[in-house]
Structure formats: structure tokens, C-alpha cells
């Protein structure tokens, strides 16, 4: 079965840079949520987004942006780098009116910056 | 609106029991239980809807109960495999509707030795 699609799996940066994650969530789910976890934390919700529009918005903050586009990927972009924003960043697909159904995480990009 | 979960580590030998809790101060629709190992995502593991009920899978059961708005996940003959950190994601209802997004516990870490 088609999985969640996380790119890139790893990326470093140095601080002050911009970083951009992107997902690819399984076909014909129509919802995207992007989680970020610290190193021993539990997953933290950023945002969401349904149909290409955003749904909910979390604790993200505002240097970063994301946005959801015509065949359902997402992009989480990320500007003006912290060292604190290094992290494991996942992405999870959902078909919305399922409520039956959980949220898919994919693999993962681990940002690092250095 | 984090769930409390509890304990935070369990040391388990092989075939020996485990319950994992949950808990939350705010009206559910949903429990979701997830394994995750170090540095891989988490893995869905059973879903458990508003109602109380309880689910099964193989030796892993959990349960729900809305009243309390407590879940429990329940791991019997353990399994050298069933290492990892356990999280319970609580979807909550806002204003009579859910908006998807998951509020995770801050897992319990369970090791289990042959």
C-alpha cells in the first residue's frame, strides 16, 4: 500500500538559511497535518490543511510557511533558521470525512541546524 | 490540552504484561495510539472512537472510556519487537466538531529484555 512521502529524508543547514520540506500524502487523502518533534518530545502540531486550503494552524511560528497545492502535496517552509528548529518533521494524510480513520505519518526529514 | 500518559517507562521482560494510560481533561472523539522507534515515525496501532469501546489486535488491546476521558493500552506477552515509545494522540471536539489535529501524550518509553 502507497505510504506517506517525505522529501528530503535529512537536511542541514546553517543558521539564517531557508529550508524546504515537502510531502507527498497517499493518494486520494485529502488532508495534510505537519507535526515537528524535538529530540525525546512528543510529536507538536504546526498546522493543517484541507482541500489546498489551510484548516487549523498550531504553534508554528511565523518563519515558517506552508501551503497545500493542486495535487494535494504540501511544502513546509522554513526561513531564518534557528539552532531550536532542529528536529524530526513529519508529515501525516487523512481522508477527512473518514473520522473512523487515523492520520498516516510519513518517514520523516530530520532538519539540523548547525 | 496535552493528555497525560503514564507511566514513562516500563522494563518489561519477554512474555510479561503492560498497561500504558491516557488521559485528558477535555471532551474527546477520538483516541489514537501509535509506536514509534528511535528516529523512525510513528506507526498507527488502533483507533478508539467517543462510545467506550475497546479494540483488539493480536496480543494489543486498548480501551476508552468517555466518561473519564481515560484510555488504556493494554500489551500482553510481550515481544522483544514491542519496544519503542508509545504515544497516545487525543483528538478533541471544539465548538461540536473536530478539526483532525492530534494533541500527543509525552509517551512512554517501554523496553523489553529477552
Known amino acids: 500500500a502507497a505510504g506517506v512521502i517525505q522529501s528530503p529524508r535529512h537536511l542541514i543547514k546553517e543558521k539564517r538559511e531557508t529550508a524546504t520540506l515537502k510531502c507527498y500524502p497517499i493518494p486520494r487523502h485529502d488532508t495534510v497535518y505537519w507535526y515537528q518533534q524535538g529530540p525525546g518530545q512528543d510529536p507538536q502540531f504546526l498546522i493543517s490543511f484541507y482541500e489546498k486550503m489551510q484548516s487549523d494552524k498550531g504553534s508554528i511560528p511565523d518563519r515558517f510557511s506552508a501551503q497545500q497545492f493542486s495535487d494535494y502535496h504540501s511544502e513546509l517552509n522554513m526561513s531564518s533558521l534557528e539552532l531550536g528548529d532542529s528536529a524530526l518533521y513529519f508529515c501525516a494524510s487523512r481522508i477527512r470525512r473518514r473520522r473512523t480513520d487515523t492520520q498516516y505519518f510519513g518517514p520523516g526529514t530530520r532538519l539540523t541546524v548547525l | 490540552q496535552q493528555p497525560v500518559q503514564s507511566p514513562q517507562a516500563v522494563i518489561l521482560r519477554e512474555g510479561e504484561d503492560a498497561v500504558i494510560n491516557c488521559s485528558s481533561s477535555?471532551?474527546?472523539?477520538?483516541v489514537h495510539w501509535y509506536r514509534q522507534k528511535h528516529g523512525e515515525a510513528p506507526v498507527f496501532l488502533m483507533i478508539l472512537l467517543k462510545g467506550g469501546e475497546q479494540k483488539g489486535h493480536e496480543k494489543i488491546s486498548a480501551s476508552f472510556n468517555e466518561k473519564k476521558q481515560q484510555s488504556s493500552l493494554y500489551l500482553t506477552a510481550s515481544q522483544l519487537s514491542y519496544s519503542g515509545t508509545y504515544f497516545c494522540?487525543?483528538?478533541?471536539?471544539?465548538?461540536?466538531?473536530?478539526?483532525?489535529?492530534?494533541?500527543f501524550g509525552r509517551g512512554t518509553q517501554l523496553t523489553v529484555w529477552p
Open positions: 494522540g487525543t483528538e478533541k471536539v471544539d465548538r461540536g466538531s473536530t478539526l483532525g489535529r492530534l494533541y
Open positions: 477535555k471532551a474527546l472523539y477520538s
